[in-house]
């Protein structure tokens, strides 16, 4: 059968969820899709290649969703990352409308109703997302620990926002029309790296189409110590982390057709502002220069930067006291 030619269903949702290692944080997930007001849902849930008992908790839902009238269906691949995960899994969706959670967060009960209505009211959208709020993982209780930002919640053009982190990707508030996303990707297929899906999912998505914003929390974000997000990476991998975003962007860029003059060079500028960061958190200030020097051809006005302005930043960041002091002080010993 070819999955690629399946005809939409009208008013289903399909729910396509990445999971690694989630034996003990999936049954939260899984029930809170069972708990949905909303009728017609169908959960694709796709296995990166567990190496726990995920498979098997995921198999204990079955008659769960038998009984609620929820289509439900296992997909598994060897590991490799969400994006992949979540390519297994494109092919089987029939829903109108499509949303992505995470296996660790939560929907509340009326997440996915509330958006689909929305959507069904105004169908001058081809998508709509809504809040999210952050909870212990262990306790239950809710944090005022927020990695994004809200941004201006009026706005529809997102693209910008979402890329240079004005506003959220939190996966599980999105929603969006299935019909116009295979129109972007017409092979069901997203670019796979290791960071990333929420940016391969939204961003050529918002490029082409507003996405309007329901001001209630529909979603909730677990906070879990020691997850794959939250671990503290080293230099290296941070580095490659860095890569590969860029690397996804051009992908992205190309996806979009941008072309213009001005939007590549707000992208080089998004490029260049990262380098920068990265390289002062170690200490690579040739590196760092390198990176303003061309956020000023870019005509970047935040980081145009005077004489004086250069060196009070060597000494905020220590740069003389390392490097030059110490240089000095030898130089003092052999006189």
Known sequence: MNHKENILCAGLVSIVTPVYNGEFHLPAMLDSVLAQTYPKIELILCDDGSGDGTVAVAESYREKFDNRGYGYRIVRGEHRNASAAINRGLPYVRGEFLIWPDSDDILDPESVQKRVVFLQK???????????????????????????????????????????????????????????????????????????????????????????????????VALREGSHSRRKLTQAEEEKKYQDYEDLVDDIARICHIEDQQSKERLLCWKEKRRYSISLKYGQIRQAFAAMRKLNKYGDEKMRMTLKDIIWWLFANSWITEKIYPIYRKMFKKI
């Open 122 to 220: 105004h169908r001058e959208y081809h998508c709509v997302r809504s809040l999210s709020c952050y909870f212990d993982a262990a306790t239950g209780e809710i944090s005022d620990i927020r990695d994004e930002k809200q941004g201006d919640l009026s706005k529809e053009d997102l693209f910008w926002d979402i890329l240079e982190f004005r506003t959220f990707v939190c996966c599980g508030c999105y929603m969006l029309n299935t019909r116009s996303f295979f129109e972007i990707y017409p092979e069901r297929h997203i670019p796979e790296y290791d960071v990333g899906q929420n940016f391969q999912m939204l961003l050529p998505f918002m490029f082409h189409h507003k996405c309007p914003t329901i001001p209630e929390v529909l979603y909730r």
